[in-house]
């Protein structure tokens, strides 16, 4: 089998394609930001409590002029993205207050809030924004989230254009973090393991997953995740692809197993279910036609190109 | 090129071979690790911020018994490991008070600090031993730098055998974190690019490396670092292997890449030098035979054996 991504993710792959320029050595100059932000052409996401604002009727992007802004705000409280597209246009987060006493309340009416996977899924934006969205809505949950110094337990501030945060108390330096989590496909005599989590959407199955622990390589993770929610022992482990997932951040590392028996032992408090599928009713429910009305994950996440490596494979 | 971590990692690679059963689904069960620490085979590594305490003169082993901790310690203050080896000894990591006022001290005379990557690059202790090391050193740093909810500031308790940190204030959970990085050798007409940061050995060159970041996949980040540090694009991606890297709490993600052209533009800020190395030169760094004393990294690090993969491929 060969990889899938080493050097085009697939086009339906979501939330994979950020393609900006982060110009990342210029995030501590304050006055590029600066710069960056006056600038005519810059364009902003808006993100109210991690969930993306678009238009109402959406006008087919994430991307706002300045105008849709509230008035008064400063460089030192946006997140900086990068530069986007074929002209450079500089991208900025803007993340709104919590609550209705807010100054864009006003503009509500004109816009919508929906939530990331259904932008994603519906293809509401073009490919590349929603790129842009994954990485906006990972940074903005993370300063959400750290907004106190967990060495000291101070209040710390934003700085680096939104890619740091810094405890003026203990001089302490935080980055954006992001977790490791492992999926993958088991294989044994030409059938392929899934299973099922309560919170699915109803007959869907999809590939294991579980967060990757330190102290592990990709490869003991992956082994040490299957025989923990099937107990099934796996040998070799083959790696496929990779997707940032922003829910709220994680970095999923795609994989193929082969397992070394085929008994499943499951463990129910993680799974509803876990069961050998054949190459026949992999077909049938990438075709939607699986007799017990099974289904395949929905093509944005990377379990379906696992599934469909395998099958190609 | 055959990926060479299919099944087993290379015997020299450090840090990667912590093979104890971790128990996952027992840690949130205050009975069963209690249980678990009054075992009578119950075996201790220690570490004083963040170093690992061995015996002096050592005798070969980072596992202390209960005889060499200080007494009155609690199951619920010590990071539960799992079981490990043969016989499924439970293994615990004190981490000892910092400053010299603390009841460890008259210990201090029959031990001694040494520094993990001493540890694993004299092979002091068994190899399976050093991964267990590296996950204990990599989740006592984390508490250590997370004594805080960083959500509301307010002081977190240790909780699941270590595992997790809890807020009783605002409810919050915080798990440890551990970061990817990417580290590649770039390949440009069977030569391949290595650099040097101001912190390396004298004449060490090494595998080009940096932190991932939200919304990127593996794939993305391994180009975005080769274009960052040497002003080179590159194309297809390969996944080699990944080694956990406890300095402080890292996944390494070793790769190969194809260079697009051979121009080099360093970023002096983050190198020192980055520069093509023929296979002849390789080779000659391997048996430390270079003309110009140059060396390649040493084989407890991933990026040799990245650089072997190519040199075999």
Not at 11 to 26: H, I, N, P, Y
Not at 36 to 51: G, H, N, Y
Not at 142 to 151: E, L, N, Q, V
Not at 206 to 233: C, D, K
Request: glycine share 8%; hydrophobic share 40%.
């Amino acid at each position: 089998m060969k990889p899938f991504t080493t050097l085009k993710v697939p086009e339906t792959l979501g939330f994979a394609s950020a393609t900006m320029d982060r110009v990342a050595a210029k995030r501590n100059d304050p006055a590029f930001i600066a710069e960056a932000f006056a600038a005519p052409d810059a364009r902003f996401l808006i993100l109210k409590e991690d969930v993306p604002v678009l238009s109402a009727p959406s006008d087919g992007t994430a991307l706002f002029e300045r105008s849709m802004l509230p008035p008064d705000l400063r460089s030192s409280e946006m997140i900086f993205l990068g530069r986007h597209g074929a002209g450079g246009q500089p991208v900025f987060v803007h993340v709104e207050a919590t609550g209705s006493e807010n100054p864009e309340q006003a503009m509500v009416e004109t816009r919508t809030l929906i939530d990331l996977r259904s932008i994603a899924q519906q293809g509401l934006v073009p490919h590349d924004e929603v790129g842009l969205l994954a990485c906006a809505k990972a940074l903005s949950t993370w300063h959400r989230t750290h907004g106190f110094c967990s060495r000291c337990g101070a209040r710390s501030r934003l700085a680096d254009g939104g890619w740091k945060r810094v405890c003026e108390s203990c001089s302490a330096e935080h980055f954006p973090r992001t977790d490791p989590v492992v999926i993958m496909v088991a294989t044994h005599d030409d059938r392929v393991l899934l299973g099922r989590q309560p919170r699915f959407p109803p007959g869907m199955y999809s590939a294991l997953a579980g967060f990757m622990e330190p102290g592990e390589t990709i490869e003991a993770a992956v082994r040490r995740e299957i025989y923990e929610e099937a107990g099934i022992r796996c040998g070799a482990v083959r790696y496929l692809g990779s997707q940032p997932w922003p829910f709220p951040m994680q970095l999923m590392i795609g994989a193929e197993t082969e397992a070394l028996h085929d008994t499943i032992d499951i463990d129910r408090d993680e799974l509803e279910d876990a069961r050998w599928f054949t190459r026949d009713e992999i077909k049938a429910m990438f075709r939607d036609e699986h007799p017990q009305g099974l289904k395949a994950p929905h093509p944005v996440a990377i379990a379906h190109h696992l599934l469909r490596a395998w099958f190609r494979g």
